[in-house]
């Protein structure tokens, strides 16, 4: 006698969920930034799109996962959406899409930089910086800017940083 139970059929994992999406999405320039399973089977779903996410992407995944999931074995909550300005950038991706930006960027040794990332490719971003500093033979602080190179490996966080000027 084989005994199954509702854990072994409907059992909803992250990577149950990536399945479903990555089918859906597949051949479009539409991508997942972060999937969250929360106690309760509270999905949360993050995704962006290179060309500018719309509501119907969010709608079409959104149905693509209740499609294939069944509230009758697993009942389930359900959001899908952009990740936000308040978000972190979690994929290099996303740092593509976001070149001329500002950012701010936290490095593993805890320091700040905050400016405009004017580009980036595999290994680090660069960041347009304005900064007020001493400067020799100058009385007074003056602005100085430059360019600095971040690579990937030292970032921690990096957010958008939304200008109302």
Partial sequence: MLIISNLDIAMITKDRIQGLIEEKIEGTDIFIVEINIKPGNKIEVFIDRDSGLA????????????????REVEDFALDVSSPGVGRPLKLKRQYFKNIGRNVEIKLTDGTKLEGLMNAADEEKVVVHTRTKEEVEGKKGK???????????????????????K
Wanted: glycine share 2%; charged share 35%.
């Fill in 55 to 70: 509501l119907e992407d969010c709608l079409m995944v959104s149905r693509q996962i209740e499609g294939n999931l069944d």
């Fill in 142 to 164: 003056k602005w100085v800017e430059r360019d600095i190179e971040v690579p990937f490996d030292t970032i921690s966080e990096t957010k958008i940083v939304i200008s109302f």
